[in-house]
């Protein structure tokens, strides 16, 4: 069982950044890929971005390419993803998750979940 807590939400005026954070417990971190998903109202849930056991391969969706970051610190078990140049359209409830599998853009075949945080931007 892996447990996540997420971090870093909040009100954000277009243009802005922020930091969203995830902390893993339970099994080890960096056996694991990790991704972060998001889910507007209304919408079902999508990819954002998603990176390798050892941080060495990413992956971003094209609308948040250029402008979101991921990354990882294995040794604090650690995720995080940065987001630059805010646009409303990025206001959604942010999910990270875990997979033992391979890197994926699917929902489901992630085995673990963060509770979500929200993120809104203001226009």
């Known amino acids: 069982q892996v447990h996540m807590v997420q971090s870093g939400g909040g009100l954000v005026q277009a243009g802005g950044s922020l930091r969203l954070s995830c902390v893993a417990s339970?099994?080890?971190?960096?056996?694991?890929?990790m991704a972060w998903f998001r889910q507007a109202p209304g919408k079902e849930r999508e990819f954002v971005a998603a990176?390798?056991?050892?941080?060495?391969?990413?992956h971003y969706a094209d609308y948040v390419k250029g402008r979101f970051t991921i990354s990882r610190h294995n040794a604090k078990n650690t995720l995080y993803l940065q987001m630059n140049s805010l646009k409303p359209e990025d206001t959604a409830v942010y999910y990270c998750?875990?997979?033992?599998?391979?890197?994926?853009?699917?929902?489901?075949?992630?085995?673990?979940w963060g509770q979500g945080t929200l993120v809104t931007v203001s226009s």
């Open positions: 339970g099994r080890t971190f960096s056996n694991y890929r």
């Open positions: 990176i390798g056991r050892n941080g060495d391969v990413t």
């Open positions: 998750a875990a997979t033992a599998d391979i890197i994926t853009r699917i929902p489901r075949q992630y085995e673990y």
